[in-house]
Each structure stands twice: as structure tokens, then as C-alpha cells.
């Protein structure tokens, strides 16, 4: 879901006038401005990631979509804010630790633990969160990556000071005219669909075989209140992800490019059909 986000976010900030985006990203006022609210800045907080990425079915899969979203997501107003007890490489790939550009880490027992969260050397350089005396330094925490080094205090919320907080911000938001989806009391009570009986309704008459490139246009044409901004590239990532390969294929009167065959995704598409396994979100990948 959250790289099919991106996806759109890209095609939406391509079309943005050249003196909006001097930068070649997302700046504050671009997302603030109600014209672009597709570009709106999103967080995304992943608490106790690990429960995700070591998921013996959607672990692996959903390391590679969010390395990819942290890569270039915050040049597109989309934020990923990861939180675990202990960033080791089996709960915290490389590839996505790496790729943490700030972090912060609260009391820990040692020099491992310290160096997991803040980096290698960080204990060595002096920033110890080991250190912490246990209940009186409860909140403060080392945080690096978004000036020089620095120990800052959090703050304890019970239930009750949330409950004022998110009353507060839903009156801000109600004032700017940008609540929406449950905010509103709006329900989602559509079924989940199925990428790939999607994308096999986009095939017409017999026609053997479709390039990605044209499954995106027909799904944003067709079913663009779902599929609205897809790429060929997204296309063929979430189709791959279901397992229906994708190679140089012809469509009638056209050149060989990347696509798929209509038998491929049949297959898959009548598999997903037979269980609840296999069915996803408008982004191809399955709810976890």
C-alpha cells in the first residue's frame, strides 16, 4: 500500500509546475497548499517492525517495498518512523537500517545495544544511552542525524493526556478543511480486492497478451478510484509479487516490451479466488 502511495505521489509531483518544485522535492508549502493534497506529508510508523519483516510469508517482501519507500519517500511528503527494542540484523535488514537517516535511542544495558540504535562508534564518540540511570533519566534519549548530537527528553502520555492531544489536532485539521476516510466516520466496508483479478479484467476479448504499460493506463482509466496515478513499473512489481512472471511479451499489432501473459494471470488470479491467501489492497500487497 504505502509504495503504491509513492507511486502515485511520483506521477502527481511530475505534473507540478517547474517553479512549485525548484528543489526536486516536496517542499512544506506544496504540501500545505489544498490544490496538491495528494502530496500531503504522511508518516508512516511502523511500531514493533520487526513483527512485520521477520513474518515468515510478507517479511521479505515488505523489506524490500519499504527500502524502497525510504529511499525516495521523503523527497514525495512520506515519512517512515521505525520503532523496535532491538534493531539487530535479523529485525532490522541493512538495507533498511542504513537508510535511517535519524535516530534516537532511549536507556539501553550496553555498548551493543547502544551501538545497534545510534550507529557504530556512537559509544566510543560519547553518546551513551547506557548511561541512563534507570527511573531517573526515564524520557531522555540520545538522538542523532538531525543537527549536532543531542540528549532530549520525551515526555510520558497516559490514555487521558492522548485523548486531549488528538482532540486538539482533529479541531486543527477540522479548521483547515483536510479531515477525511474515519476522521469523518466514514467506513470502509468495500471488500479487499484482488490485484491480479483486476489486472485480468483489463484484458479485452481474447487478447493474449498485455504490456505493463497498458495494464496501467486501463486500470487508472477503469478503476481509478483505486488505481489512480499506477505505474507500469508498480504494475509489474505487484504482479511479480504474486508470483505471475513478467518478460518481453507481444501485444497484437505492437512491439515486444515488458508484460504479461493472460494464462499467467489467470492462474494466479483463480488461486486467490480460491482462498482468502493472496488477496490485497488497491497497492497489490497483501494487508499484514
Same mark, same amino acid.
Given at each position: ?12 509531483? /511530475? ?8 528543489? *526536486? ?35 521479505? +517482501?515488505? +523489506?524490500?517495498? !519499504? +527500502?524502497?519507500?525510504?529511499?525516495? *519517500? ?108 474515519? +476522521? ?15 489486472? !485480468? ?22 478503476? *481509478? ?16 509479487? !504474486?508470483?505471475?512472471?513478467? /518478460? ?41
Amino acid at each position: 500500500m504505502l509504495k503504491a502511495e509513492l507511486d502515485g505521489r511520483q506521477a502527481a509531483f /511530475k505534473k507540478l509546475p517547474r517553479d512549485r518544485k525548484p528543489d *526536486g522535492k516536496v517542499t512544506r508549502e506544496v504540501a500545505a497548499d489544498p490544490k496538491y493534497r495528494v502530496l500531503r506529508l504522511k508518516f508512516a510508523v511502523f511500531d514493533e517492525v520487526q513483527n512485520l519483516l521477520l513474518h515468515p510469508k510478507y517479511g521479505p +517482501a515488505a +523489506a524490500g517495498d !519499504l +527500502a524502497y519507500v525510504m529511499r525516495l *519517500g521523503r523527497a514525495y511528503g512520506i515519512v517512515v518512523v521505525l520503532s523496535t527494542q532491538r534493531p539487530d540484523k535479523d529485525s532490522l535488514p541493512p538495507k533498511i537500517g542504513a537508510l535511517a537517516v535519524m535516530r534516537f535511542c532511549l536507556k539501553v544495558a550496553d555498548q551493543v545495544s547502544n551501538d545497534m540504535v545510534l550507529g557504530t562508534g556512537a559509544y566510543k564518540a560519547g553518546y551513551r544511552a547506557s548511561d541512563f540511570r534507570r527511573g531517573v533519566d526515564a524520557g531522555l534519549g540520545w538522538l542523532l542525524g538531525s543537527a549536532d548530537p543531542q540528549a532530549v527528553r520525551t515526555y510520558y502520555l497516559d490514555l487521558n493526556d492522548t485523548a486531549k492531544i488528538a482532540a486538539r489536532a482533529r479541531a486543527m485539521r477540522q479548521a483547515e478543511g483536510v479531515l477525511s476516510g474515519y +476522521a469523518l466516520g466514514e467506513v470502509d466496508d468495500t471488500e479487499q480486492r484482488s490485484f491480479a483479478a483486476d489486472v !485480468l479484467a483489463m484484458f479485452r476479448g481474447d487478447e493474449p497478451n498485455l504490456h505493463t504499460a497498458t495494464i496501467a493506463a486501463r486500470l487508472a482509466e477503469h478503476l *481509478g478510484g483505486v488505481y489512480g496515478g499506477i505505474t507500469q513499473d508498480a504494475v509489474a512489481s505487484q504482479l511479480r509479487q !504474486l508470483g505471475v512472471e513478467v /518478460k518481453d511479451v507481444r501485444e497484437r499489432g505492437s512491439a515486444n516490451r515488458k508484460g504479461v501473459a493472460r494464462a499467467a494471470v489467470e492462474t494466479i488470479a483463480g488461486a486467490a479466488g480460491a482462498s482468502d491467501e493472496g488477496v490485497a489492497g488497491p497497492g497489490g500487497e497483501a494487508d499484514v
